[in-house]
């Protein structure tokens, strides 16, 4: 499930809630049909009841201290009767993904790469894969950082999605990097797993390309 997947699930769950409780609600209401103060902005939800008026927002725990996020709060603040819902969203972390871990050096993601061609060539197929991988990965997280997109404590497969979501790879890049990600998963967690050689020939061809570019 992606953030905002996970912001849709929780949004659609609170507005359920809203109408058991009697009151009327509006999700992702437009501009003309929110109240006069709140025609700068694009509340997720407007809940309205004889005793109360909410205005929710689904927010991932990075965004709360956002410059929209606060004029919102001050401008509800400021309406009597309303108030402020802040429903914090986060994609659960990867178990396996370090706190605050530093990335591998660009030095050692060209070492890696330079071992995987050595281990190709002796076809050692698998070998060549795992090591290829790892720095791929050092690579799709870097590139995530400098795009602006969140990549802490998540997993490799939601990062991967997040850089094909957001154009930084091609549809070909991400088919050639899901099945290398099938293939490490299965053998790093002691399945019987196998990689051709076209396979990771085409692996090491897209690595080196994404590193080609992020070089650049």
């Known amino acids: 499930?992606?953030?905002?997947?996970?912001?849709?699930?929780?949004?659609?769950?609170?507005?359920?809630e809203y109408r058991q409780?009697?009151?009327?609600v509006?999700?992702?209401?437009?501009?003309?049909?929110?109240?006069?103060?709140?025609?700068?902005?694009?509340?997720?939800l407007i809940a309205t009841s004889r005793e109360d008026n909410v205005v929710v927002?689904?927010?991932?725990?990075?965004?709360?201290?956002?410059?929209?996020?606060?004029?919102?709060?001050?401008?509800?603040?400021?309406?009597?009767?309303?108030?402020?819902?802040?429903?914090?969203?986060?994609?659960?972390?990867?178990?396996?993904?370090p706190l605050n871990g530093e990335l591998v050096p660009d030095e050692q993601i060209d070492s890696l790469l330079r071992e995987a061609h050595t281990l190709s060539r002796e076809k050692r197929y698998e070998a060549a894969t795992i090591m290829a991988w790892?720095?791929?990965?050092?690579?799709?997280?870097?590139?995530?950082?400098?795009?602006?997109?969140e990549s802490e404590r998540k997993s490799s497969g939601t990062v991967l999605k997040q850089l094909y979501a957001?154009?930084?790879i091609d549809p070909d890049q991400y088919d050639s990097f899901s099945r290398a990600m099938e293939f490490r998963n299965a053998f790093a967690h002691g399945f019987k797993a196998s990689v051709a050689p076209a396979e990771i020939d085409q692996f090491l061809h897209e690595v080196e390309a994404l590193r080609s570019r992020r070089a650049a």
């Open 26 to 44: 509006s999700v992702r209401p437009a501009a003309a049909s929110v109240p006069q103060f709140l025609a700068p902005f694009q509340p997720d």
């Open 134 to 149: 790892a720095a791929a990965e050092g690579i799709f997280r870097r590139l995530a950082r400098a795009e602006g997109i």
């Open 166 to 168: 957001n154009g930084v």
């Open 21 to 24: 409780k009697g009151y009327s």
């Open 1 to 16: 499930m992606t953030q905002a997947e996970l912001e849709r699930a929780n949004l659609e769950a609170i507005a359920s």
């Open 57 to 97: 927002e689904i927010k991932s725990s990075s965004d709360l201290a956002s410059d929209a996020v606060v004029a919102l709060a001050e401008a509800v603040e400021a309406q009597p009767g309303w108030r402020l819902e802040l429903a914090v969203v986060n994609l659960p972390a990867a178990p396996e993904v």
